[in-house]
């Protein structure tokens, strides 16, 4: 599968996912600003898999704007869980934990491969490319898997 079909793909998993969010965390002016971060960073990792090794500098610009993006989303996630915090069970408390944990650690994956687009060889660019197109994939599917109240793959 190629890099842009990947992007693509993860794109395309999180829009659907968005559909599916989870009460618990979410209100109707939530699901519109998750709706809207997802499509802001879905293009920005389809721009990011565009550039090429002359264009590295807007690359990462776009792709730490992504990371920040993702980065407000989990933490407005976490402020959600904390209001909600007396309302819910212990299971579903224990759930929307094990989610959070698995976006972090997706998230912490994809700022590794960041850093790698950043300090890598300009040689190496689509082999680093790929790495963080990877990484992207595994987030969006931690992402999906919040959303669908399934358990991260």
């Known amino acids: 599968m190629s890099f842009v079909t990947t992007l693509r793909a993860g794109a395309l998993a999180a829009a659907i996912a968005g559909l599916a969010l989870p009460a618990a965390a979410q209100d109707a002016g939530a699901l519109t600003t998750t709706d809207g971060v997802r499509a802001e960073i879905s293009e920005a990792m389809e721009a990011i898999a565009a550039y090429s090794e002359q264009e590295r500098d807007q690359a990462l610009t776009e792709a730490r704007a992504a990371l920040n993006r993702l980065d407000a989303e989990i933490e407005r ?77």
């Open 77 to 153: 996630r976490e402020e959600a869980l904390r209001e909600n915090w007396a309302e819910m069970s212990d299971a579903t408390r224990e759930t929307a934990r094990a989610r959070l944990k698995d976006m972090r650690a997706a998230r912490n994956s994809l700022s590794e491969r960041y850093g790698a687009l950043e300090t890598g060889a300009s040689g190496a660019w689509d082999e680093l490319k790929t790495g963080f197109s990877g990484a992207w994939g595994a987030f969006s599917e931690a992402w999906s898997a919040a959303d669908n109240g399934e358990p991260a793959n």
